[in-house]
């Protein structure tokens, strides 16, 4: 009796399979709804203008590439982002604030400095190129103008004479002659020079409180206890009571000024 009900169970459920897979194969065959086609195609160019539309996207493309290194190199974002590390080395927190949350900081202050030089580029770089009014070369000219003009407020001149000189090129005789390749290498080491000066400003309060702390512990003979663990809170609470994030984004941003 219990085989004779076993084999019914199990044709019922062969036949249940079977017509589930008719009706979705059935429902299958003829869809309600079109589903798209999507399609590369590489076709001959017809004339010069097509191809030079071509080569300006693949120009396009390779400039987003590329993207995040203009961000980060050419802007004010690795001074930010080095401060900010510095200041969670100083107060010994580990991994508080998150890099996550140091990053997005360190990006949105970056939009906010650069946002003038931004509006600059599009007025007279973007806008004029988009209405047809410039060529390429002349909105990436005019474009250039003014992140050159930022770095060349940031970046020392021993800075700058150093790879003027490594390339071999001539002593320019004013800021337009001095080549872009030179130009932001110079930048970037300034910028990283500035942001470990500031960095050794930030740890000396703290290492007050850490040498202080280490030598209570020492004259009360708890040695075996860690004084990170001490010393920790009391630098958080100097860090709070001074406002220290206000004073540090503030002298940030002025800092570009």
């Not at 800021?175 to 740890?203: H, M, N």
């Amino acid at each position: 009796m219990i085989r004779k009900n076993f084999k019914k169970f199990l044709w019922v459920t062969v036949l249940m399979t079977i017509v589930v897979a008719l009706s979705f194969s059935i429902s299958s065959a003829q869809p309600k709804i079109p589903i798209p086609k999507i399609g590369l195609s590489i076709n001959e160019a017809k004339n010069p203008k097509e191809v030079a539309n071509s080569l300006e996207i693949l120009f396009l493309l390779t400039i987003l590439a590329v993207a995040p290194s203009i961000l980060i190199m050419m802007t004010c974002f690795t001074r930010i982002i080095i401060v900010l590390s510095f200041i969670r080395k100083a107060i010994a927190t580990q991994t508080t604030p998150p890099n996550q949350v140091l990053i997005g900081l360190a990006l949105f202050l970056t939009f906010f400095i650069m946002a003038p030089i931004g509006s600059e580029i599009n007025e007279k770089a973007i806008q004029p190129y988009m209405n047809e009014e410039i060529t390429a070369e002349k909105a990436l000219e005019n474009g250039m103008k003014p992140v050159r003009s930022f770095m060349f407020k940031q970046t020392r001149e021993k800075d700058l004479a150093l790879f003027i000189d490594i390339s071999g090129s001539d002593q320019p005789k004013k800021l337009e002659d001095v080549p872009s390749k030179a130009l932001i290498p110079a930048f970037i080491i300034s910028e990283l020079k500035t942001g470990f000066q500031i960095g050794y400003v930030l740890f000396i309060p703290f290492i007050v409180i850490d040498m202080v702390v280490a030598s209570t512990l020492m004259s009360m003979g708890m040695m075996m206890l860690p004084p990170v663990m001490i010393s920790m809170p009391f630098k958080i609470l100097l860090f709070i009571l001074v406002d220290g994030w206000n004073l540090i984004i503030k002298s940030l941003i002025m800092g570009f000024k």
